[in-house]
């Protein structure tokens, strides 16, 4: 009979012993998961940044074309100010030493 009571707490032993570490396990998976999905979530954070400021960048350089465009047009203004501010320089430079002459308002 001693036997089989020893049998008995060892058994008992075992089964708690089994229990208890099957406890352990389960909260040491749980705690391994939660630590996985806060790193993803936070991976999922970061490729969201990328991805908003790709697309901006990638929104910004259709419009280089444009821009070239813009610069090109810009420069026949500029060219074109020039001529019109010699021009002006020209015709205040002549008021200011013509009177009124006669070829002036003969050529008008």
Same mark, same amino acid.
């Given at each position: 009979?001693?036997?089989?009571a020893n049998?008995?707490?060892t058994a008992s032993f075992v089964w708690w012993t089994s229990l208890a570490l099957g406890l352990?396990? /389960?909260?040491?998976?749980?705690l391994l998961l939660w630590l996985i999905?806060?790193?993803a979530t936070n991976i999922n954070s970061v490729v969201s940044d990328i991805w908003d400021t790709g697309r901006r960048v990638a929104n910004n350089t259709v419009h280089i074309p444009i821009l070239y465009r813009i610069n090109g047009? /810009?420069?026949k203004i500029l060219h074109t100010a020039g001529a019109i501010d010699?021009?002006?320089?020209?015709?205040?430079t002549h008021a200011k030493?013509?009177?009124?002459?006669?070829h002036c308002i003969a050529g008008i």
């Open positions: 009979m001693e036997i089989s049998l008995g707490e352990v396990v /389960a909260l040491v998976v749980s999905h806060k790193t047009k /810009a420069e010699a021009g002006a320089a020209a015709i205040s030493d013509c009177p009124g002459c006669p």
